[in-house]
């Protein structure tokens, strides 16, 4: 059973794969969701959220480009999804 902030990440992945949010939105989202989490997280929760945090942090640095971010959220979604 996935946790609410797994499903909220995830809806926001699934949202931006699918092109209802710019790459910018999402991360602009997603920053305010990971951050305002009162209480520890699940592991699930807490690997998601580190992931995602790392792929947005590599292409703010440069490190990455949109399309391979968008490989790795796809990559990551589909784990989420399992879970």
Known sequence: MSSPIVDK???LLVEYLRGKRTLQ????TFI???W???GPLDTDAAELRGETLLLL???TAGHRSESEIKRLLRGIARES???
């Open 9 to 11: 990440i995830h809806e």
């Open 57 to 59: 942090a590599e292409y």
């Open 36 to 38: 305002d989490v009162s």
């Open 81 to 83: 999804a399992l879970t």
């Open 25 to 28: 939105q999402f991360d602009e």
């Open 32 to 34: 305010l969701l990971a």
